[in-house]
């Protein structure tokens, strides 16, 4: 049987389907009051009200209950914990706190006075948390706590045993982040999100749907985070909404997009090989950061700079999560079963795209055109000449026979993200990414610094001529 949640708002009073606001049955004024919160309704008119209750003024944690209503009669009310009542002798502390809100906090066996003292903090892992941590406000015990972060674990196929931010909604877990815009992830076949009893996710191989899911969820989280942490940007529009990321798109589907307003997987050759990685991850979600910014053209060499913002950041994201299983690397792609990745360090590598620009650049398609700025990234992060990071072996040339040390991939980041969202339009080229990028070296860290001799440095190592800005 179909069910439909409704939610539920407050404008003067809370009235849904004629219940407001009102006190419990028996309850003398002043004591118990209800407040519904949300509605679920049958297609045969029944309701399930749930409610949240006060006490005297204070906020009742853990006194939510149901009522089930048919034909306009309760029929069933169920109450947390099964406590019908959750008055407490008395709503005078005998203890003081000036760090937490009195309230009364429901235990297995009563209510009790208590005080809600909540404690933000950073786990090891950068998963987010916003402990409430209740104690009684007569005796000082603790009494229970809760993080308003549920973080599960999720085993992956290409990053191994993650953490996730999920919710809860009795009876399940929800792949559904609250840290992150809500941010959420659904199985394609049926739009529905992924749910499950134990907040242990997927088992590492493909064959189990929500493995993939795990892959996408973590991907759509460390991209939020990167943005969030680095660059001070609160989801891919910069509006604090999160994304909806889709898996087990089409059969045999190898790619992944971004549609506009969120990501799709598919599950590769042979549906055994999900397009999920973290790059990939990275890359797509970036089309849309690149849509909200510079809205870059997707043809000639605009469409080589969509393609390499999401190259770049794709990467940065990567690095960024520091993930044992998947270290970070100058390659796309390279979990995946899709032949030779993608290179920055020499693009070429792949038969087909550029490692320097030339006036024909434009007439590439732009995952090939994206070759300069892919090299000019890598250089301007590493420098030329033979080295071997995270295992992987790198040995990349200028285009102009000049040899240099990198200004670190930190700082290339951060200047281009700078000239995408301030400086290129929806045509820009080459040209105008070597001023936009120059200027915004400049603004960063000053004229003549060597951030910004770095940056310039490395666009005339990919041939890209001298114009308007220089360091």
């Given at each position: 049987m179909?069910r439909?949640?409704m939610?539920?708002?407050?404008?003067?009073?809370?009235?849904?389907?004629?219940?407001?606001?009102?006190?419990?049955?028996?309850t003398?004024?002043?004591?118990?009051?209800?407040?519904?919160?949300?509605?679920?309704?049958?297609?045969?008119?029944?309701?399930?009200?749930?409610?949240?209750?006060?006490?005297?003024?204070?906020?009742?944690?853990?006194?939510?209950?149901?009522?089930?209503?048919?034909?306009?009669?309760?029929e069933?009310?169920?109450?947390?914990?099964?406590?019908?009542s959750?008055?407490?002798?008395?709503?005078?502390?005998?203890?003081?706190?000036?760090?937490?809100?009195?309230?009364v906090?429901?235990?297995?066996?009563?209510?009790?006075?208590?005080?809600?003292?909540?404690?933000?903090?950073?786990?090891?892992?950068?998963?987010?948390?916003?402990?409430?941590?209740?104690?009684?406000?007569?005796?000082?015990?603790?009494?229970?706590?809760?993080?308003?972060?549920?973080?599960?674990?999720?085993?992956?196929?290409?990053?191994?045993v993650?953490?996730?931010?999920?919710?809860?909604?009795?009876?399940?877990?929800?792949?559904?982040?609250?840290?992150?815009g809500?941010?959420?992830?659904?199985?394609?076949?049926?739009?529905?999100?992924?749910?499950?009893?134990?907040?242990?996710?997927?088992?590492?191989?493909?064959?189990?749907?929500?493995?993939?899911?795990?892959?996408?969820?973590?991907?759509?989280?460390?991209?939020w985070?990167?943005?969030?942490?680095?660059?001070g940007?609160?989801?891919?529009?910069?509006?604090g909404?999160?994304?909806?990321?889709?898996?087990?798109?089409?059969?045999?589907?190898?790619?992944?997009?971004w549609?506009?307003?969120?990501?799709?997987?598919?599950?590769?050759?042979?549906?055994?090989?999900?397009?999920?990685?973290?790059?990939?991850?990275?890359?797509?979600?970036?089309?849309?950061?690149?849509?909200?910014?510079?809205?870059?053209?997707?043809?000639?060499?605009?469409g080589?700079?969509?393609?390499?913002?999401?190259?770049?950041?794709?990467?940065?994201?990567?690095w960024?999560?520091?993930?044992?299983?998947?270290?970070?690397?100058?390659?796309?792609?390279?979990?995946?079963d899709?032949g030779?990745?993608?290179?920055?360090?020499?693009p070429?590598?792949?038969?087909?795209?550029?490692?320097?620009?030339?006036?024909?650049?434009?007439?590439?398609d732009?995952?090939n055109?994206?070759?300069?700025?892919?090299?000019?990234?890598?250089?301007?992060?590493e420098?030329?000449g033979?080295k071997?990071?995270n295992?992987?072996?790198?040995?990349?040339?200028?285009?102009?026979?000049?040899?240099?040390?990198?200004?670190g991939?930190?700082?290339?980041?951060k200047?281009?993200?700078?000239?995408?969202?301030?400086?290129?339009?929806?045509?820009s080229?080459?040209?105008?990414?070597?001023?936009?990028?120059?200027?915004?070296?400049?603004?960063?860290?000053?004229?003549?610094?060597?951030?910004?001799?770095?940056?310039?440095?490395?666009?005339?190592?990919?041939?890209?001529?001298?114009?308007?800005?220089?360091?």
């Amino acid at each position: 049987m179909s069910r439909r949640l409704m939610a539920v708002g407050a404008v003067g009073g809370l009235l849904v389907s004629g219940l407001a606001v009102m006190p419990a049955a028996g309850t003398p004024a002043g004591g118990e009051l209800r407040q519904v919160r949300d509605v679920v309704r049958d297609p045969d008119g029944s309701e399930f009200i749930r409610y949240e209750r006060t006490y005297d003024g204070l906020r009742v944690v853990g006194g939510d209950l149901i009522v089930q209503h048919s034909k306009g009669k309760a029929e069933r009310t169920t109450y947390n914990r099964g406590l019908r009542s959750v008055a407490v002798p008395s709503t005078q502390p005998k203890l003081k706190s000036a760090a937490g809100e009195l309230i009364v906090y429901v235990t297995a066996t009563m209510p009790v006075l208590a005080y809600d003292v909540i404690t933000r903090s950073v786990k090891p892992d950068q998963t987010p948390s916003v402990l409430h941590t209740y104690t009684d406000a007569n005796t000082g015990a603790v009494l229970g706590s809760d993080d308003e972060i549920k973080a599960g674990e999720g085993n992956s196929m290409y990053a191994g045993v993650v953490s996730l931010g999920t919710s809860y909604v009795a009876p399940n877990y929800l792949l559904k982040d609250p840290s992150r815009g809500n941010s959420y992830t659904v199985n394609a076949t049926t739009n529905a999100i992924f749910t499950d009893a134990d907040d242990i996710w997927g088992d590492s191989l493909p064959t189990n749907p929500q493995t993939a899911a795990v892959d996408a969820h973590f991907g759509a989280q460390v991209t939020w985070d990167y943005y969030k942490f680095t660059h001070g940007r609160l989801g891919i529009f910069n509006n604090g909404v999160g994304t909806k990321s889709r898996v087990h798109y089409g059969s045999n589907y190898v790619n992944a997009f971004w549609d506009g307003t969120q990501m799709t997987y598919g599950d590769g050759s042979g549906n055994v090989h999900p397009i999920t990685s973290l790059d990939v991850a990275g890359h797509e979600m970036t089309h849309g950061v690149t849509q909200a910014t510079a809205n870059l053209n997707y043809s000639g060499e605009a469409g080589g700079l969509n393609e390499s913002t999401s190259d770049i950041f794709g990467t940065m994201v990567e690095w960024y999560a520091n993930n044992a299983t998947d270290l970070g690397d100058y390659l796309l792609g390279e979990k995946l079963d899709l032949g030779a990745p993608r290179r920055m360090d020499k693009p070429s590598s792949d038969g087909s795209s550029a490692d320097c620009w030339s006036s024909s650049v434009g007439g590439l398609d732009p995952h090939n055109s994206s070759g300069p700025l892919n090299h000019w990234f890598y250089l301007a992060a590493e420098g030329t000449g033979a080295k071997t990071i995270n295992g992987v072996a790198y040995n990349s040339t200028s285009c102009n026979g000049t040899t240099f040390t990198g200004i670190g991939r930190n700082i290339a980041a951060k200047v281009w993200y700078r000239t995408l969202t301030t400086k290129l339009t929806s045509s820009s080229n080459y040209l105008a990414a070597r001023n936009g990028a120059i200027l915004s070296a400049k603004e960063l860290y000053g004229a003549g610094s060597p951030q910004c001799l770095g940056i310039q440095r490395a666009f005339a190592a990919i041939n890209v001529p001298t114009s308007t800005q220089t360091c």
